[in-house]
């Protein structure tokens, strides 16, 4: 029905940059709420950035100042440009969207598969 296919992660060295995309599709009548989430391994996967349809974003205390969130509603993509990379930021990237689909009236929450991020020290 709707998938989401994330790309741009890697190894970077501390203090690098990286820049993650995330792309909707199929059946997507419209979309709220696209974000950012990462869990790095025995943590709980939390939020890293969010970004509404009018382009008010909401960042984790931890990235604020180093990671930009933006999106493309033309063609249904979600950035996060990540700065200053620090290794604590190594984890497994999610992209998520709120998405309601031209068959349900519901809004409904997909998932990307995730992509890795690796900073090394």
């Known amino acids: 029905q709707v998938q989401l296919v994330e790309s741009g992660g890697g190894l970077v060295q501390a203090g690098g940059s990286l820049r993650l995309s995330c792309a909707a599709s199929g059946s997507i009548f419209s979309i709220n709420t696209m974000g950012w989430y990462r869990q790095a391994p025995g943590k709980q996967r939390d939020l890293v950035a969010a970004i509404t349809n009018d382009g008010t974003t909401n960042y984790a205390d931890s990235v604020k100042g180093r990671f930009t969130i933006s999106r493309d509603n033309a063609k249904n993509t979600v950035n996060l440009q990540m700065n200053s990379l620090k290794p604590e930021d190594s984890a497994v990237y999610y992209c998520?969207?709120?998405?309601?689909?031209?068959?349900?009236?519901?809004?409904?929450?997909?998932w990307g598969q995730g992509t890795q991020v690796t900073v090394s020290s």
């Open positions: 998520n969207a709120v998405v309601r689909s031209t068959y349900l009236l519901r809004w409904q929450i997909f």
